[in-house]
């Protein structure tokens, strides 16, 4: 049985005391909360201070990027070891908002998920394709090419740590949503694709997230899905109220 995992990924939000603000309400109001893994992961610039706030609570804490060196003369980065150092314990990769506005690539993602592996850091990958690839048929090409490229050349062993974001790049902020239908249609097709380059065991292990304007309306829904384990959040996140329901409505 996978356990749900209920990532926010809070973007260019929050400053440090807002940050502490919000973080500080979900440890109260979740704290009975075992049966979902629940992940926050704010500005870098708030991660020590979060850290200090979630210790020996139930959440959990990731950066939303990383660089692949550990260290050297790379102006404006931050690496793997630091972000580790800061308290993470997970990292999102390859977020569709990197690959469009910063120039992400799989083989990009690829080398960041090598770094974030080698500080023994869990991966959230994510995949995802435009509205434009959806319309004329593409999605699983682009999956496909997308999943496989980022995860070429790791072990079974590795790919077992991942965790996978189908992120269909139209929904995101857009109000749209994928239906519960499409979604799942696209994670089965991600866990094929797995036990592929892995085997069967470890696709039937791994978690596979949806992200794309997931609300408290909608959880339920999506999480009744076979293949569903849960959410990346975006701007349902950066609310108490509405991210609080969403860990409770994944239950």
């Given at each position: 049985?996978?356990k749900?995992?209920?990532?926010?990924?809070?973007?260019?939000?929050?400053?440090i005391?807002?940050?502490?603000?919000?973080?500080?309400?979900?440890k109260?109001?979740?704290s009975?909360?075992?049966e979902?893994?629940?992940?926050?992961c704010?500005?870098?610039?708030?991660?020590?201070?979060?850290?200090d706030?979630?210790?020996?609570?139930?959440i959990?804490?990731?950066a939303?990027n990383?660089y692949?060196?550990?260290?050297?003369?790379f102006?404006?980065?931050?690496?793997?070891?630091?972000?580790k150092?800061?308290g993470c314990k997970?990292?999102?990769?390859?977020?569709?908002?990197r690959?469009?506005?910063f120039?992400?690539t799989?083989q990009?993602?690829?080398?960041?998920i090598?770094?974030?592996?080698?500080?023994?850091?869990?991966p959230?990958?994510?995949?995802g394709?435009?509205?434009?690839?959806r319309?004329?048929?593409?999605?699983?090409?682009?999956?496909?090419?997308q999943?496989t490229?980022?995860?070429?050349g790791?072990?079974?062993?590795?790919l077992?740590?991942?965790?996978i974001?189908y992120?269909?790049?139209w929904a995101i902020?857009t109000g749209?949503?994928a239906?519960p239908?499409?979604?799942?249609?696209?994670?089965?097709?991600?866990?094929?694709?797995?036990a592929?380059?892995?085997n069967?065991?470890i696709?039937?292990?791994?978690?596979?997230?949806y992200?794309?304007?997931?609300?408290?309306d909608?959880?339920?829904?999506?999480?009744?899905q076979?293949d569903?384990d849960?959410a990346?959040v975006?701007?349902a996140?950066?609310?108490?109220?509405?991210?609080i329901?969403?860990?409770?409505?994944?239950?």
């Amino acid at each position: 049985m996978r356990k749900p995992i209920i990532a926010g990924n809070w973007k260019l939000n929050k400053t440090i005391d807002a940050s502490i603000e919000l973080v500080t309400l979900l440890k109260r109001e979740l704290s009975d909360v075992d049966e979902v893994d629940i992940v926050v992961c704010p500005v870098f610039t708030s991660l020590s201070a979060i850290n200090d706030v979630i210790l020996e609570s139930n959440i959990d804490m990731g950066a939303q990027n990383l660089y692949w060196e550990d260290s050297g003369a790379f102006t404006g980065e931050v690496s793997a070891p630091l972000i580790k150092d800061a308290g993470c314990k997970y990292v999102i990769i390859g977020h569709s908002e990197r690959r469009q506005f910063f120039g992400e690539t799989n083989q990009t993602v690829n080398k960041k998920i090598k770094a974030a592996l080698a500080s023994g850091l869990l991966p959230i990958v994510c995949v995802g394709e435009v509205l434009e690839e959806r319309e004329t048929g593409k999605t699983f090409d682009v999956v496909k090419t997308q999943v496989t490229q980022s995860l070429a050349g790791f072990t079974p062993d590795e790919l077992s740590k991942f965790i996978i974001a189908y992120e269909p790049v139209w929904a995101i902020g857009t109000g749209k949503t994928a239906t519960p239908q499409q979604a799942q249609e696209v994670h089965k097709f991600i866990r094929g694709i797995i036990a592929e380059i892995g085997n069967d065991e470890i696709a039937a292990a791994l978690r596979i997230q949806y992200g794309g304007s997931v609300k408290p309306d909608n959880i339920k829904e999506l999480m009744s899905q076979e293949d569903i384990d849960g959410a990346l959040v975006g701007g349902a996140s950066l609310k108490p109220d509405s991210f609080i329901a969403l860990v409770k409505g994944a239950l």
